[in-house]
């Protein structure tokens, strides 16, 4: 069964922006810390920033001070805006509840792709 579903990536130049969307189902969303996932190539799935449901959030050292999560927790969404994009920023972003362990589904993702 779906229960999220990521939008929003593209392909982008070094030093653009994307907006990434993710809309969970209420079972997923509610009452959880959230988080946005990306996982490169041949690389471990990482965990990119987090949100609990009152907002708190928390960043990787290298999404510090260019990305931004958010949640609006009326709709079931969270998201990532990600400025000053580099192409070591390109993977696959999936967003899903942050628990350990890690949770069992993942969605389709969304492609991040930066080059020029």
């Known amino acids: 069964q779906v229960q999220v579903v990521e939008s929003g990536g593209g392909l982008v130049q070094p030093g653009g922006s994307l907006r990434l969307s993710c809309a969970a189902s209420?079972?997923?969303?509610?009452?959880?810390?959230m988080g946005w996932y990306r996982q490169a190539p041949g690389k471990q799935r990482e965990l990119v920033a987090r949100?609990?449901?009152?907002?708190?959030?928390n960043y990787a050292d290298f999404a510090k001070g260019r990305f931004t999560i958010s949640r609006d927790n009326a709709k079931n969404m969270v998201f990532l805006q990600m400025n000053s994009l580099q192409p070591e920023d390109t993977a696959v972003y999936y967003c899903?509840?942050?628990?350990?362990?890690?949770?069992?589904?993942w969605g389709q993702g969304t492609q991040v792709t930066v080059s020029s």
């Open positions: 949100i609990s449901y009152t907002s708190v959030t």
């Open positions: 899903n509840r942050v628990i350990a362990p890690p949770p069992n589904y």
């Open positions: 209420r079972t997923v969303f509610n009452g959880n810390t």
